[in-house]
């Protein structure tokens, strides 16, 4: 994995760097709260230690003394201190424990909506496309690392710090008596303990070099276990074959963990050697200078606690694991930023496209290939009049939906360029020139939320306008649809939610294409319907044709269909081929011309007319 500069990534810290930062932008008040938590819950052991150490120390003189002397008064002090330090730990842990809990909570909020906003800030499609970016947002939302989000980073860094505080208190109480004992014993620590951490750390690296492979195991398990595929999983029987394949994927992934884990059983006996060494000689020294008189019970106490609190620098706990499994959830939230801030994703663009086309969209020259793909397009020229109707025909693959990918600037073309009314689009703010758009894809997107934000979301900077629903509702043909709905356009179109109901796909299809009617609606002035028609069933296509002109009356319109009773009705049909436009012209023009659309509809209406029994279907091709 590489960090941001370049520079390999071999510890926690670059994750650190970014919690940092993080946790003022995510809440400043508990952040200070936090960071004043972890001083006390790091002071208060020190105080209880010397407390304890003074409580010893007056004990004798107070027995020979008696009750209401000065030693008697020492021992009371110091029985205070014991106790109320001893309180202080009490309650200060627990409120830390849920301020730093709170602070957490709100630091991983913030991450993930960083993510979020990562990747859907470019104005196109292709970095969510793309593997390497895939890799990170599945590292940014902790799987494939143990599942550790930001929330454990947090909790283990504050906890970690906390002790680290203690310790270093412990050190200056143990300088008292020799002052390069507690430096030796903390420097033998930490050798040790680096290593534990750079071996736990390889071991997270070996994980996240195969997010690939992770993600690959994570889309089996989801199609074992989620109801998308259950259909047919079933039907066919894939459960073994599925099971498999996840198994396979999984151990793939696994198996470099597993071969970095080898050999680190040397790492913890070592430890054990030199904890075991560095304890016994601390001890060693502390009770030979006891024994010799060299320093009191009650300074021996002391210094025992001392020796004893510098273990927290040898000491690997969950925290320490969970700061070392969650750091790659927190650095690829930085890596993601940096990655859609790079000017080939983020696309530039800064001229408002308010208004357009006025007059025309050419593609002039235009090539394009998707990475590590053939070209889709090579040297493609074509015209789109601004308030007519073009549609694209051709073969699968021939390059239709790509158009339009290209046309709404989800991709920028590899060469040649794309002009709005002499402008190039690269020239034009892209978010600009995307809601001048409106648009029902092929695969359109079925929103797991209520009917009336199915359709309005055609442009959500609208308030909502139940008018304005029922009018792009009755435009698409969708109003019985929604007066069916159990609670109107309140309905949830999901059964996963209470009260919720789901819908037949020619029913979603009539809701996509009410949500681009509503964005015409709202001042989109480009309507590209996608196989607008593919999944209703034909007398609900033979409407929807019946009333074309309507629809698109003075739109710009881009029409792509295997139906040929959709495209016969369009001002200007263009048919491409390996990436080119090898005819255009109008229906009629085309069925003369006796070319390539005229077989392509001759073929598709033989199948009508030697299906007599098949009313409807007539009625569509003939309508």
Excluded: C
Excluded at 143 to 171: D, H, L, M
Excluded at 196 to 220: C, H, P
Excluded at 310 to 339: K, R, Y
Excluded at 568 to 590: C, F, K, M, N, S
Aim: proline share 4%.
């Amino acid at each position: 994995m590489q960090s941001l500069g370049g520079e390999k990534k071999t510890s926690v810290w670059p994750a650190l760097r970014v919690v940092a930062r993080a946790m003022p932008e995510a809440s400043l008040p508990l952040t200070i709260a936090g960071v004043i938590g972890l001083l006390l819950v790091g002071v208060f052991p020190t105080i209880y230690k010397l407390a304890t150490g003074a409580l010893i120390g007056a004990l004798p003189a107070a027995t020979r003394a008696g009750a209401g002397s000065a030693a008697a008064h020492r021992v009371d002090v110091a029985l205070a201190v014991l106790a109320a330090s001893f309180v202080a730990q009490q309650l200060i842990g627990p409120v830390f424990g849920q301020v730093v809990d709170a602070l957490a909570r709100r630091v991983t909020g913030h991450l993930r909506g960083r993510v979020i906003t990562a990747a859907a800030s470019p104005p196109g499609v292709g970095h969510l496309e793309d593997p390497a970016t895939l890799d990170k947002v599945m590292l940014a939302q902790g799987v494939g690392t143990a599942q550790i989000t930001p929330r454990g980073v947090v909790i283990g860094a504050f906890n970690i710090a906390a002790q680290y505080v203690a310790g270093t208190a412990s050190a200056i109480l143990l300088m008292a008596y020799r002052w390069w004992l507690p430096l030796i014993a903390i420097a033998l620590y930490l050798s040790v303990i680096r290593r534990f951490r750079r071996d736990f750390f390889r071991n997270v690296m070996a994980i996240t070099g195969k997010a690939e492979s992770l993600r690959r195991s994570q889309y089996f398990r989801d199609v074992a276990l989620t109801p998308v595929a259950a259909k047919e999983t079933r039907v066919f029987g894939l459960g073994d074959w599925v099971v498999d394949r996840f198994r396979t994927s999984w151990l793939s992934a696994m198996t470099d963990l597993w071969a970095e884990r080898r050999g680190q059983w040397k790492t913890m006996v070592l430890g054990a050697v030199a904890f075991f060494s560095v304890e016994f000689g601390v001890m060693f020294l502390l009770g030979h200078s006891a024994a010799r008189g060299e320093i009191s019970i009650a300074r021996l106490t002391v210094f025992v606690a001392a020796a004893q609190g510098l273990q927290v620098f040898a000491n690997l706990s969950d925290h320490d694991l969970n700061l070392t499994w969650g750091a790659p959830a927190i650095t690829a939230v930085a890596d993601l930023e940096a990655l859609v801030e790079d000017p080939s994703v983020a696309l530039p663009g800064d001229t408002a496209a308010a208004g357009l086309p006025a007059r025309d969209v050419r593609f002039e020259n235009v090539s394009f290939a998707y990475p590590g793909r053939n070209e889709v397009f090579s040297h493609l020229d074509l015209t789109i009049e601004a308030g007519k109707s073009l549609a694209i025909v051709g073969d699968n693959g021939a390059g239709k939906t790509t158009l339009v990918k290209l046309l709404a600037r989800l991709y920028d073309p590899t060469d040649g360029v794309i002009t709005v009314d002499g402008t190039p689009l690269t020239q034009l703010d892209p978010s600009s020139w995307q809601r001048r758009l409106s648009a029902i894809f092929q695969d359109f997107t079925r929103y797991q939320v209520r009917a009336s934000d199915n359709v309005a979301w055609g442009n959500p900077d609208l308030a909502l306008d139940v008018a304005r629903l029922d009018a792009a509702a009755e435009r698409a043909g969708a109003t019985d649809l929604v007066a069916s709905l159990p609670h109107g356009w309140d309905t949830v179109l999901s059964r996963q939610f209470k009260d919720g109901t789901d819908l037949s796909g020619g029913q979603w299809q009539r809701l996509a294409l009410a949500r681009a009617l509503y964005a015409v609606d709202a001042g989109a002035g480009v309507l590209i319907l996608d196989e607008p028609t593919a999944a209703l069933d034909v007398r609900a296509e033979a409407e929807l044709y019946d009333r074309f002109l309507e629809l698109t009356r003075g739109l710009t319109t881009i029409v792509i269909s295997h139906r040929f009773s959709t495209v016969r009705r369009a001002d200007r049909i263009v048919v491409i081929e390996q990436g080119v436009v090898v005819e255009q012209g109008t229906h009629d023009e085309l069925m003369a011309a006796d070319g390539r659309y005229a077989h392509m509809f001759r073929l598709q209406a033989a199948r009508f007319v030697d299906a007599p029994d098949s009313e409807d279907e007539s009625e569509t091709i003939d309508a």
